[in-house]
């Protein structure tokens, strides 16, 4: 047995039993997606300090607050309990008093999605499924590849032609099948989805799947665990489909609730500003579906985010805020925070990060704002990305006059 009680639907509010329904029939897969109750009187009985105190520090620690049986949730793992990284040179530079980074690319495939793939494998695992698939191009599809080996899963994994070859040697490497795909990442998508529907395999394609959510969820149960005494006024992710802020908020609502934590954090959601569509929803209320725009931030760059509601409403329950910033500002982000504070950053990741300097600009942060931000990929994901924000090296000949002419003229770096 879980602690699960129901799901509801985002978008009508109504209620299904555990295993009835993927997304809301009424409102339809676009719209209707569902968000996982608990039973948080129960869980707080036994999700205790001195229970979590006794745990494994992986993600599987929360057991009450996921979505499996108790036979299907491991004890421990490899995921989660990344680090609280303290960024005073940083701070300095974004001018707030305390930024705290949690480096998320430490996870084992190098991102944040390992929260989710694992969660959303292990619940495959419970259904007695054996083969699972999804269309992605970027850490979605490697982090479920990863899950997969790791568990002695199959996994099928459809990818696009831009598909960057660092993700596409993780999949192989990983041993998934893969299908490179003549035509868009829609007709990825579309044909994954029909793969699944003939062959009978669990589909992982990530926003629609409700239980994938409570994976990154745990990402704010840490937060909450790890500044327990020490709380940020804000907690910044940036936001592509919707579902890791989401997943954040509702962490860090969940402990407050079940009474581990006595304060709450307001979110900032990062976009890129060439692809915010959640951003504009925020002030309208409504989603802008045109699917124009792009941002070099691969992992960001989501014309048509299927979590929105999820997202919008993790920043307006948190008295929070959207904030969008340029690919040039996400650029000079992934230099900050390689230099200032010793964390490789993939563009979507240091997103965050430039999010800081424009919300500190704008006036929402100020010199005593403590913040905590998520660092939800690695820089090596994205060699061709961050090259394009890090500079060039010295070519020189091996000659030590010419290693002296460098040094005489540029004597600090
Ligand atoms: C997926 C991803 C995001 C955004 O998460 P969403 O759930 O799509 O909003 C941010 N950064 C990285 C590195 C990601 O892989």
């Known amino acids: 047995m879980s602690y699960v009680t129901r ?179 829609a007709q990825a998508y579309e044909l994954c989805t029909r793969a699944c529907e003939r062959f009978g395999w669990y589909n992982r394609n990530a926003a629609i799947n409700p239980y994938l959510v409570e994976g990154k969820k745990t990402g704010g149960l840490e937060v909450a665990e790890q500044c327990v005494d020490d709380p940020p006024d804000w907690v910044v992710c940036s936001v592509g489909d919707g579902c890791s802020i989401a997943g954040v908020h509702k962490g860090l609502a969940q402990m407050r609730a079940i009474g581990l934590i006595d304060w709450q954090a307001r979110m900032l959601g990062v976009q890129a500003a060439g ?34 509601r999820k997202a919008v409403n993790a920043v307006r329950d948190s008295n929070g805020a959207f904030a969008t910033v340029t690919d040039e500002q996400i650029m000079e982000a992934v230099r900050q925070s390689g230099r200032l504070a010793g964390v490789f950053a993939e563009p979507a990741a240091a997103a965050a990060v430039a999010g800081i300097a424009g919300a500190r600009h704008d006036g929402l942060l100020n010199p005593q704002s403590s913040v905590v931000a998520m660092i939800t990929g690695n820089g090596l994901k994205d060699i061709d990305g961050a090259m394009r924000a890090v500079g060039r090296p010295h070519e020189i000949s091996p000659d030590l006059d010419q290693v002296e002419r460098i040094v005489e003229s540029d004597p600090s770096s």
């Open 7 to 185: 799901l509801t639907c985002v978008c009508c509010d109504r209620e299904f039993a555990e295993g009835e329904a993927t997304t809301c029939p009424g409102c339809g897969p676009d719209e209707g997606i569902l968000d996982v109750h608990y039973d948080l009187p129960s869980v707080a009985t036994s999700l205790t300090r001195d229970a979590l105190a006794r745990r494994s520090l992986s993600h599987w620690r929360y057991r009450e607050l996921l979505p499996l049986d108790e036979a299907f949730c491991p004890t421990s793992g490899t995921i989660g309990w990344t680090p609280m990284i303290e960024a005073p040179r940083l701070a300095e530079a974004l001018g707030i008093g305390r930024l705290r980074l949690k480096d998320e690319g430490r996870s084992p495939s190098g991102s944040f999605k390992d929260r989710a793939s694992s969660v959303g494998v292990a619940r495959a695992m419970q259904e007695g499924q054996r083969t699972l698939a999804c269309a992605s191009t970027g850490n979605a599809a490697s982090s479920l590849a990863y899950c997969t080996a790791a568990a002695g899963l199959e996994t099928n994994i459809f990818v696009s032609q831009a598909v960057p070859d660092g993700k596409l040697a993780q999949l192989l490497a990983y041993g998934a099948r893969v299908f490179k795909i003549q035509g868009s990442y």
């Open 275 to 308: 692809v915010d569509a959640i951003a504009r929803a925020y002030e309208t209320g409504d989603l802008d579906r045109s699917g124009a725009g792009y941002t070099y931030a691969d992992s960001i760059n989501v014309p048509v985010p299927r979590n929105w």
